[in-house]
């Protein structure tokens, strides 16, 4: 079992001011069979009118609106966490809900480059679900290159595929893609870890009734270095920050994680 502190921090500038800015944030961890939320504090500049909800993936999810001028936003959250409390991180009673996981999205539907990668793959030796996923997060880790401002968060798996390169959000694409012609379900998951500056993202496969979480990016099988946030289909249902607000603004968001013991 792993105690770790976590502090995370996202920063909007704006060049002009801006009014009736309203938001939801998805930014919240929550407790699982492998890490226990043992406390969690936002704060939010400027002051924001908040409610708190759950969405239908079951992600902890921060409403509100800021109404009077602004040309900032921030929130900021610190809390700690027991993980590593197993090596899964939850049961799935009803494995036929889940079948949506199954399901192609804008992001991960495959084109000739997915196929013709697919087909490359040997997983004829594979012996269960789990080892076919670890052999795909093997692969795809082997095989593109890690480069940064090569992509954007509008890019799909097939676009990022057919380059060979991008950051983990495209690794974590690709393996949902690859997972999923294989007829295996699988989520998009976001959250922080250890030695990483900001948000990552990685992959959650459902193996005999039970979640477990796969890193492609950096091919580790998910572990007490890691805390949480939320899980979807796909990037969409996990956007950190989403919103709107009245004004004619360029903006710039810088993102801070920190995960310690």
Known sequence: MEQLHFRFTTRLEL????K???FTLKCIPKS???QRIESCNITITPDADI???TDSFGNITVSGSIIPPHSSFEFTLVGSAATGLDVFEELEDDEIKCAYYK???GYTRPGKYLEEYFKSLDLTQCKSTYDKVTAIMHAINRDLVYEKKITDISTSAEQAMSIGKGVCQDYAHIMLALCRMSGIAVRYTVGIMKGEGESHAWVEALC???WYGFDPTNNLLVDGNY????SGRDYSDCIINKGQFIGNA???TIVAASVTD
Do not use: A, C, L
Not at 15 to 18: I, K, L
Not at 227 to 230: F, P, Y
């Open 51 to 53: 409610f708190y909800n």
């Open 103 to 105: 399901y192609h999205t």
């Open 32 to 34: 699982n069979v492998r």
């Open 15 to 18: 060049d002009s001011e801006v």
């Open 250 to 252: 360029s903006q710039h």
């Open 208 to 210: 005999k009734n039970r």
């Open 227 to 230: 805390i949480k946030i939320s």
């Open 20 to 22: 009736n800015h309203y």
